[in-house]
């Protein structure tokens, strides 16, 4: 969620400062290269907003919430527009959602915001309001942070509210105004339930957004995207393809459906799938093919090179135009280190060819089908990496019945 967060308003403002409970290096590394500093007590949103007072500067101060991630570049570029309007000393988020609930209410009197008022201190007019804050406000530095000096902490929690700048705005006959935005942007998220209604407005988002750019989803709805997910013009994506961190798919590549990529790039007019997963570090050449149940990691192929059926290619380099059969696996892993297998240009690999790694195979080689690779193939070879065949007259019979015999008699 902060790392939504992070983008949209680094796009916006000149400098980012994170407030942080103590112990959560985890969340301090995500926040880097920004500024970190560390509320060490919990004194509330009025007092975490205070620990980054030393990097107020001059200009305008935003106090944003990292339980709201959805907030908008655009909509964060309204909210410094309005404060910065002639007269306006405060802005603020708010939004209508559908069901305003226990959220805090926004009065307002013609075009300023006069109060805040919690739900539980409403009375039922001011319950009927659907103006809902979002609990986001913008002010110049000076005066925000005289405003945050003078918040008091005379209620039954005893910690210093952000929501309290607003009526000491209001009593410094300061003009306060609310920005509105859609519930989708500025939903807080406080529970699991939250969170999964969070996402789902995210990945509509995130696929109405791909459509617009010329990207045909078949099925929008059972398509999911990271934020970070780049599909060209003209890609094409079928349904229950799920689209995980660092991947960009160029255009004219199709994406069958039931497909898993993430970690990947996949060149133009290249197919995936149906059932096929890109692990981190694949790299899928021009008109190159990775078919069903084909698990590919670590691995660059070259043009137009295929794996089309049940194939597992690990750490390995695969040449332009080249096949591997069904059934082929790279053995990369020793149990302790990783070993990388490299395929040269239009190589045959015959079905069920268990390459163990490390092994070169050269340009325009044949391997047999069911062939075990454990030494290199020169360019133009054909390996057979099998024992002869031997055939043993009717004891396939005799066999057959003597299990037959011992399963009867248990």
Known sequence: ???????????????????IGPEMADVAELAAPHTVVVQHERLGTAHAALQAEAYFGE????????????????????LLAERRSPGV???????????????????????????????????????????????????DAPTFRHWLHNVKN????GEYYLTDVVDLAVADGVNVRAVEAAEDELRGINSRAELAQAEAALQQHLRAQAMANGVTLVAPETVFFCADTVLEADVLVEPHVVFGPSVTVRS????????????????????IGPYARLRPGTQVGAKARIGNFVEVKNTTLGDGAKANHLTYLGDATVGAGTNVGAGSITCNYDGVFKH????????????NTIMVAPVNIGGNALVAAGSVITKDVPAEALAFGRPRQTNMPERGKLLKESLKARKDNG
């Open 1 to 19: 969620m902060l790392a939504h967060l992070i983008a949209n308003a680094a796009a916006v403002f000149d400098k980012l400062v994170v407030v």
């Open 59 to 78: 200009g305008d101060v935003a106090v944003l919430y990292a339980d709201n991630p959805l907030i908008s570049e655009q909509t964060l570029s309204r």
């Open 89 to 139: 000393g405060l802005a603020l988020l708010a939004m209508r959602p559908q069901d305003p609930g226990r959220y805090g209410r926004v009065l307002t009197e013609g075009s300023n915001v006069t109060r805040i008022v919690e739900w539980a201190d409403a009375t039922p007019a001011e319950r009927a309001i659907d103006l809902c804050n979002a609990g986001v406000l913008c002010a």
């Open 154 to 157: 005379d209620n039954t929690k």
């Open 252 to 271: 004219g590549a199709e994406i069958k459906a039931f497909s898993h990529l993430e970690g990947c790039t996949v060149q133009t007019d290249a197919i």
């Open 340 to 351: 990388r297998t490299t395929i040269g240009e239009h190589v045959f690999v015959g079905s």
